[in-house]
């Protein structure tokens, strides 16, 4: 076993019992370090709680998760959140972003939970607000950006200090074919600088854009393939 994920026979079952949904039903899987990949599939297909299991933000019913050695199957709460603040950025598809403070003061905030002083948080913010292109927008709130802006905030959130898994649930889902051309373009530059990639959605279109491709159904992975005829 040498992959970043390594995910062995992993069930999650929400409401055991008679009403019980199986939303995970023996799931194997393994991703590499600088992989880009999309998992797809139809809503209620368990793409949401595969992502809540991969960044340890809930633990499966049974099975093992060993994420960069580590095996996180059977933490604490508060042992998951210390992974999850240094192993996982996260992107979602609400963006997210605190509507009082500005896109720097955003980046910022998790910094602060993680005890990263002042000076060296305002570099790492201004630092990936700059990677994403919104460095004349530091000191603006989320209401005064467009959506494509307020989601490039989030990455820049979710980059700052650069964690090793980069998970995207639908970023792209609230956006338009402009803004989602930019987010997209931006999660293949952190690809193609050595950052490992996964990418949730249910659009075959937004999926095209992986080199790896993975189908979920009904809780199962059904199709796992390279992609070869990457869009760009
Ligand atoms: N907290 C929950 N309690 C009970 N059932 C849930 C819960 N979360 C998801 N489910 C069910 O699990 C299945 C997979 O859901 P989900 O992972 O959200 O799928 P997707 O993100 O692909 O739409 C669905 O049948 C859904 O209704
Ligand atoms: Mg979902």
Redesign the pocket.
């Known amino acids: 076993m040498s992959g970043l994920i390594e995910i062995q026979d992993m069930c999650k079952i929400?409401?055991p019992g008679e009403n019980e949904?199986r939303?995970l039903d023996h799931v194997n899987l393994s991703i590499d370090k600088n992989e880009f990949v999309a998992i797809i599939?139809?809503?209620?297909?368990?793409?949401?709680?595969?992502?809540n299991m991969l960044g340890c933000l809930d633990v499966p019913t049974s099975g093992t998760y060993i994420l960069n050695g580590q095996d996180v199957s059977g933490l604490t709460d508060d042992e998951l959140s210390d992974i999850r603040n240094h192993e996982i950025g996260f992107i979602f598809q609400g963006f997210n972003l605190i509507a009082g403070l500005t896109a720097l003061e955003n980046v910022e905030l998790p910094l602060i939970y993680r005890g990263v002083g002042k000076k060296e948080r305002e570099k790492l913010s201004e630092t990936a607000l700059k990677k994403v292109g919104l460095s004349a927008r530091i000191d603006h709130k989320p209401s005064e950006m467009s959506g494509g802006q307020q989601q490039r905030v989030a990455i820049a959130r979710a980059i700052a200090q650069a964690p090793p898994v980069i998970l995207a649930d639908e970023p792209t889902g609230n956006l338009d074919s402009g803004s989602t051309k930019e987010i997209m373009g931006i999660l293949k530059e952190l690809h193609a600088e050595g950052r490992t990639v996964i990418l949730?959605t249910?659009d075959n279109e937004i999926a095209a854009r992986a080199k790896r491709i993975i189908r979920?159904m009904d809780?199962k992975i059904v199709e796992d393939k390279i992609n070869s005829e990457e869009l760009d």
Do not use: P
């Open positions: 929400y409401n949904v939303a599939g139809q809503s209620g297909s368990g793409k949401s709680t595969l992502m949730i249910h979920i809780g």
